[in-house]
């Protein structure tokens, strides 16, 4: 990240529409990032975009605006329908969807731009209706956007704007026919404005960008670092039996308020989870596994501060502005540097401090010298303290995690009417009760 997090250019230096130049004064948006400083002039002036920067400095509200204010100051064609749609931003994940609606509601909140939301995991037929009742600007992941646009529910002939936020990840995660597809049935890109970001613009992403925009002006935020500054990060080698009761003892020396744990399968996710919770932590999983309702749930409460920990796999990696993230633990290292940067690039943003801390264990410890690579630095490495591997004292204050809250009746009124269930359960909702089991 740039020395400095906001840069002396000022939103008020742009000729917005006074809707949208409302609405981000409103959202207490008044001083430019590094890559909205450099975006913005280009884009505001209709031409196409291919930003690069890191996680967490500004760059969905870079597009947004982009977006917002060419709808809001140039006429749709003649011949649109109220369901065709003059903007697309196309997401990889549910999660960063979902951010990007919220995002666009709160700026845009004064413009009268309708947004349209679509995801999988959801609703199917209220989705389809919102896009029938019509909208300004579509919002979406690429799998249920094809469904719709293949049902002749709406068209791409008044699409006047697109986005592709996160290209890399869409490679990633083996959507890039998708968007190719949703490209090729847009208009031509001459009579389109497009708008690529990503934390790397690799040969893959220029090569999509080359081929489906016009000319675009490739903008780079220059860094020293590929990863944030602002970020200490340490590695421990810990025994595979040692990572339970080390990540024990670090939560409680850091007492973190808000922290992510990342593991690299949805078992871990489990394991770890089922281990804190007996701790007495306020824990949550998080896996693509995980029905969407409950991801949001999930997320709502982390956001809120109802839950201390989220245990995730790189589900949450990209995509999810969560404020006040002060510890990322890398339980499992990940498989490549650039899923490294994504997980310790949620905390930190826009110029907070933060602490990501790696255990590097089993194969996953393969992977410290590719990581090292990416991002140009050794990560330290910290001495385990012979104390951190014995069991910590139990929390004296129990807490309810999801799971338990949703708890069917039926299982509840069976085990009330069955005295030694009655007590199991309230062994499981007192860690003082019980004894100490060993560690897994």
Not at 12 to 18: A, S, W, Y
Not at 163 to 191: N, Q, S, T
Not at 264 to 279: G, P
Not at 316 to 329: S, W, Y
Request: charged share 25%; with cysteine; glycine share 6%.
């Amino acid at each position: 990240m740039a020395d400095q997090v906001l840069t002396d250019t000022f939103f008020e230096q742009f000729d917005l529409h006074p809707h949208l130049a409302d609405g981000l004064a409103e959202c207490g948006f008044t001083r430019c990032t590094p890559i909205q400083a450099l975006t913005l002039p280009v884009a505001l002036e209709g031409r196409d975009v291919a930003g690069q920067a890191q996680t967490g400095t500004g760059k969905t509200c870079a597009f947004l605006v982009a977006v917002m204010n060419r709808l809001l100051t140039r006429a749709a064609i003649p011949e649109r329908k109220d369901n065709d749609p003059r903007a697309v931003i196309l997401a990889p994940t549910r999660e960063l969807a979902i951010q990007i609606d919220k995002d666009a509601q709160a700026i845009g909140r004064q413009t009268g731009l309708r947004f349209a939301l679509i995801y999988g995991g959801v609703d199917y037929d209220k989705q389809r209706q919102q896009l029938r009742d019509g909208c300004d600007v579509i919002i979406a992941t690429p799998g249920r956007l094809i469904d719709y646009f293949k049902q002749h529910v709406f068209s791409f002939r008044a699409v006047e704007a697109t986005v592709i936020d996160e290209a890399d990840r869409m490679f990633d995660l083996g959507f890039i026919k998708d968007v190719r597809y949703l490209l090729r049935k847009m208009p031509a890109r001459e009579e389109r404005q497009g708008m690529l970001f990503s934390a790397t613009l690799s040969y893959r992403v220029l090569e999509l960008a080359y081929e489906h925009m016009n000319q675009p002006e490739k903008l780079v935020v220059e860094t020293e670092n590929v990863t944030a500054d602002r970020v200490r990060q340490q590695v421990y080698f810990p025994a595979k039996e040692e990572k339970i009761p080390l990540l024990l003892n670090l939560l409680e020396h850091c007492n973190p308020q808000r922290s992510i744990v990342f593991v690299n399968t949805r078992a871990a996710a489990e394991r770890v989870t089922e281990r804190l919770q007996r701790q007495g932590f306020k824990v949550g999983a998080l896996s693509g596994d995980v029905p969407q309702a409950k991801r949001q749930r999930l997320l709502e409460r982390f956001k809120k501060g109802e839950t201390d920990i989220l245990v995730a796999t790189d589900v949450a990696a990209r995509g999810l502005h969560i404020p006040d993230v002060t510890h990322i633990f890398n339980y499992d290292l990940p498989q490549d540097g650039e899923d490294y940067v994504h997980r310790i690039g949620r905390t930190a943003r826009l110029g907070a401090e933060g602490d990501a801390i790696s255990f590097a264990c089993d194969l996953y410890a393969m992977n410290l010298p590719d990581i090292e690579r990416y991002i140009g630095m050794r990560i330290p490495v910290q001495a385990i303290e012979p104390a951190w591997l014995a069991s910590p004292p139990r929390r004296a204050v129990a807490h309810h995690d999801e799971a338990e809250d949703e708890t069917p009746p039926s299982e509840t009124a069976a085990a009330d009417a069955n005295p030694a269930a009655s007590k199991r359960r309230r062994r499981r909702r007192n860690p003082q009760n019980r004894t100490a089991a060993p560690h897994p």
